[in-house]
Nanobody
Framework: QVQLVESGGGLVQAGGSLRLSCAAS????????MGWFRQAPGKEREFVSA????????YYADSVKGRFTISRDNAKNTVYLQMNRLNPEDTAVYYC???????????????????WGQGTQVTVSS
């Protein structure tokens, strides 16, 4: 059974930074791409960023490009999301997710991810 556990969320002022972590267990982490999604109240879950199994390719939603950075440490079975220059529109529950198939290129839609974490709240005050 694959488990994903996010951490690092919290309350931050606009312009501040947070670093989210997602620790994975239950299968060979290094073989699978990982993604971050977020869901604000009353809105659908949306793609934020993704990274391939190798870490060589990354992809970002336009809304976070240039401010957020995704990375992974396969030795620690952990994926990270560094979030800089946060603004109130970034307020949401952030979820990490694991690709359902191995060794794929970046995928950005929710149905391509099989396993999900419980989410971590990020609140940005103005």
């Amino acid at each position: 059974q694959v488990q994903l556990v996010e951490s690092g969320g919290g309350l931050v002022q606009a312009g501040g930074s947070l670093r989210l972590s997602c620790a994975a267990s239950g299968r060979t982490f290094a073989n699978y791409g990982m993604g971050w999604f977020r869901q604000a109240p009353g809105k659908e879950r949306e793609f934020v960023s993704a990274i391939t199994w190798s870490g060589l390719s990354t992809y970002y939603a336009d809304s976070v490009k240039g401010r957020f950075t995704i990375s992974r440490d396969n030795a620690k079975n952990t994926v990270y999301l560094q979030m800089n220059r946060l603004n109130p529109e970034d307020t949401a529950v952030y979820y990490c997710a694991a690709d359902r198939d191995r060794f794929r290129a970046v995928v950005t839609t929710t149905h391509e991810y099989r396993y999900w974490g419980q989410g971590t709240q990020v609140t940005v005050s103005s």
